[in-house]
């Protein structure tokens, strides 16, 4: 499930199989939120640190291709690309 990251509505509405935007039920948002809630203490647990607190920017030019998104400042690992 993909939840719209912008603005402060972020919880209240998801895509759904149409690529669509609806507007989620409570008992949806309640559950995304801890999903959200148990993949960051899971992340602390391992790694120590929850990578998407951590995100640093990158971009570079690879075989005439141009790559940028955002990675973790402390682990490295790939948060998004753009
Ligand atoms: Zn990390």
């Known amino acids: 499930m993909k939840v719209d ?3 402060a509505e972020w919880t209240s509405y ?3 199989d149409d690529g669509n935007w609806v507007q989620m039920t409570d008992e949806e948002v309640r559950q995304a ?7 960051r203490e ?6 120590g ?3 998407d607190e951590n995100p640093i920017p990158y971009e570079f030019w690879e075989d005439g291709e141009y790559y ?3 990675e973790c400042s402390i ?3 790939l948060i998004h690309t753009g």
């Open 33 to 39: 939120y801890l999903r959200g809630e148990k993949e």
């Open 49 to 51: 640190h929850y990578c």
């Open 68 to 70: 940028h998104g955002m």
């Open 75 to 77: 682990c490295g690992d």
């Open 14 to 16: 998801r895509m759904d």
């Open 42 to 47: 899971e992340a602390k647990k391992k790694k």
């Open 5 to 7: 990251t912008r603005g």
